[in-house]
T-cell receptor, first 113, second 115 residues
């Protein structure tokens, strides 16, 4: 089946630092990848859509200068949280497009102290 | 605003029973519909998707779609304790795998299957 990996699975950082999260489609190529965020006891909220080789499209209310997305290849997208603050602590999940649906990575739990 | 609403939970059923999960959506332009299962602390895993009106069966799961009523449901037959999870309904305007297929999720329904 379609497998999507994320790295790291968990990260703890100090306020003001930047954190990079990688999302890879392991056994298929994904033209489009999506980044979601999930706060405790809430549903997933789409942050941005990234297409290989072009700029990401951000959802309303998501700061594009804070959440940098790069989709350099058909199997890799990265999300960098710049100058992270405690309110950025969340569960970040990527998904990769696959014919007819999306497959999700295992998620990255970010804790900003 | 595009909204997806799921029946409020939590839902508790005995082992072996049928669990019924419901979802309504507001955007009539929606084309594809998905059910995901999310265990606590984990990311969502796809159960099934449906595009056409009617029923779609996959093992113990049956998805039902009624576009006129803007309603999609998931039935789980012979429920098992391992089915205990949060079930997420998601809706997209286009095919789920393309950039048109941005998923809008419902708030989720917590299902507990007790032995």
């Amino acid at each position: 089946g379609a497998v999507v990996s994320q790295h790291p699975s968990r990260v703890i950082c100090k306020s003001g630092t930047s954190v990079k999260i990688e999302c890879r489609s392991l056994d298929f190529q994904a033209t489009t990848m999506f980044w979601y965020r999930q706060f405790p006891k809430q549903s997933l909220m789409l942050m941005a859509t990234s297409n290989e080789g072009s700029k990401a499209t951000y959802e309303q209310g998501v700061e594009k200068d804070k959440f940098l997305i790069n989709h350099a290849s058909l199997t890799l997208s990265t999300l960098t949280v710049t100058s992270a603050h405690p309110e950025d602590s969340s569960f970040y999940i990527c998904s990769a497009s696959h014919p007819e649906t999306q497959y999700f990575g295992p998620g990255t739990r970010l804790l900003v102290l | 605003q595009k909204e997806v609403e799921q029946n409020s939970g939590p839902l508790s059923v005995p082992e072996g029973a049928i669990a019924s999960l419901n979802c309504t959506y507001s955007d009539r332009g929606s084309q594809s519909f998905f059910w995901y299962r999310q265990y606590s602390g984990k990311s969502p895993e796809l159960i099934m998707f449906i595009y056409s009106n009617g029923d779609k069966e996959d093992g113990r799961f049956t998805a039902q779609l009624n576009k006129a009523s803007q309603y999609v449901s998931l039935l789980i037959r012979d429920s098992q304790p391992s089915d205990s999870a949060t079930y997420l309904c998601a809706v997209a305007q286009g095919a789920g795998g393309t950039s048109y297929g941005k998923l809008t999720f419902g708030q989720g329904t917590i299902l507990t299957v007790h032995p």
